[in-house]
C-alpha cells in the first residue's frame, strides 16, 4: 500500500497562485504514476495532471495547460502541483493518487484539499 498526504490548499483570489503537496510512503517501488485530480462542488471528479514516475513524463488536460505544473522532489517522494493563474472555475477539492502498472487503476488515494478561488 502507499499512503499519500496532500496539503497545500486554501483561498485565493483569481490570477493568483497555489502549490499543493503530495507526499507518498509505503510501497513506493509499486509507483508508476502519480496524478492530480479535482472535484467541483456538484461535479465528476476529473484528472488535472499526470506525472509518470520513473522519466518525469507528464500530461496534462487541457484546461490547465500552461498554467499548471506538477512535479516531483526524489529525495522526499513529494509530488506538487503549482497552479499559477487560478480561474473560478478551477475551485474544487484535489486529490493526489497513485497508479500502479494498470492503466487506470488509481488505486491509492489522499483525503483531498480544499482550492477556492474567488473572482
Known amino acids: 500500500q502507499v499512503q499519500l498526504v496532500e496539503s497545500g490548499g486554501g483561498a485565493v483570489q483569481a490570477g493568483g497562485s497555489l502549490r499543493l503537496s503530495c507526499v507518498a510512503s509505503?510501497?513506493?517501488?509499486?509507483?508508476?504514476?502519480m496524478a492530480w485530480f479535482r472535484q467541483p462542488p456538484g461535479k465528476e471528479r476529473e484528472i488535472v495532471a499526470v506525472?509518470?514516475?520513473?522519466?518525469?513524463?507528464?500530461y496534462y488536460t487541457d484546461s490547465v495547460k500552461g498554467r499548471f505544473t506538477i512535479s516531483r522532489d526524489n529525495v522526499k517522494n513529494t509530488v506538487f502541483l503549482q497552479m499559477n493563474s487560478l480561474k473560478s472555475e478551477d475551485s474544487a477539492v484535489y486529490y493526489c493518487?497513485?497508479?500502479?502498472?494498470?492503466?487506470?487503476?488509481?488505486?491509492?488515494w489522499g483525503q483531498g484539499t480544499q482550492v477556492t478561488v474567488s473572482s
Open positions: 509505503g510501497r513506493i517501488f509499486s509507483i508508476g504514476r
Open positions: 506525472y509518470r514516475w520513473y522519466d518525469g513524463d507528464t
Open positions: 493518487a497513485k497508479r500502479g502498472s494498470t492503466p487506470g487503476d488509481f488505486d491509492s
